[in-house]
């Protein structure tokens, strides 16, 4: 079971958001916080594995309440999905690392998702840090999910579904499995935040996920191309050629 707490100022908000996570089984609500205070003790008590976690709050705002429980070295810090009416916190939100960010009025579908991320991160808890981030091999963190507005929506993105990302002017196509997304960004800030062991810059506009490649192809041009499993090909310059080979011999 999961141990989860609800912090919202609105009875009718608590009441809903309880009612919609009985159809979640693994959910076990402790108990609920109506003011920034109450939520903090109420944590501190039950050390839920999961706080929802209203932004507006009385006394303090949810990303105040997340930094004071972040303080506290004797209460593990629950894993955090804001729910709010206001999406211009959402890139904040992630920055602190929040598992998921939900919309009033979200939808049942919605919230099962999030708590699945949630099931997810408990999982992986013991093999990688918790939050956003990854260590590589060489010691450095990566980013785990990338959090971005598409199609009046926001996507919390686990870099895992990404198979590859392409320049496009002043933004940048990241292709999971079922869609595509544009975003406002440079490949070079892009490259910073990816794990090196997962993810090579094959050419100036691509970097492909290195789980998705099937293999290195020379092309009836003299060019070469990365083969991914699903088939998609993606240009590469010759000067990546060794780097994704030596990848290759030893995987």
């Known amino acids: 079971m999961i141990s989860t707490v609800l912090a919202d100022d609105e009875v009718l ?3 809903k958001l309880r009612q919609l996570l009985r159809d979640e089984p693994e959910i076990d609500v402790v108990g609920e916080g109506m003011t920034a205070a109450e939520t903090i003790d109420l944590v501190r008590a039950t050390k839920p594995q999961l706080l929802f976690l209203d932004i507006q709050m009385p006394g303090m705002d949810g990303f105040d309440i997340a930094t004071e429980l972040c303080t506290s070295k004797s209460v593990p810090m629950p894993h955090i999905i804001f729910t709010t009416a206001h999406d211009q916190y959402a890139l904040r ?4 690392h929040a598992v998921d960010y939900l919309l009033k009025p979200f939808t049942r579908e919605r919230l099962s998702s999030a708590v699945e991320r949630v099931r997810k991160e408990i999982l992986l808890a ?4 918790s939050g956003g981030s990854a260590v590589g091999q060489n010691g450095r963190a990566y ?5 971005f507005k598409s199609r009046g929506r926001i996507v919390f993105l686990p870099v895992s579904d990404i198979r ?19 975003l406002r960004e440079t490949m070079s800030r892009l490259e910073e935040k990816l794990d090196p062991e997962m993810f ?4 100036r506009s691509s970097i492909v996920n290195l789980h998705h ?10 060019d ?6 699903n088939g998609e090909k993606l240009a590469m310059s010759r000067g990546y050629r060794s780097r994704i080979n030596g990848w290759l011999t030893h995987s």
């Open 13 to 15: 908000a608590r009441q």
């Open 93 to 96: 939100a992630f920055e602190i």
């Open 126 to 129: 013991n093999q990688q840090p």
């Open 143 to 147: 980013t785990n999910r990338i959090v």
């Open 164 to 182: 590859w990302i392409s320049a496009e002017e002043n933004y940048v196509r990241i292709s999971t499995q079922n869609e595509t997304h544009l």
């Open 200 to 203: 090579l810059r094959v050419h």
């Open 213 to 222: 490649v099937k293999e290195v192809r020379t092309e009836g041009d003299g």
């Open 224 to 229: 070469y191309a990365v083969v991914l499993v």
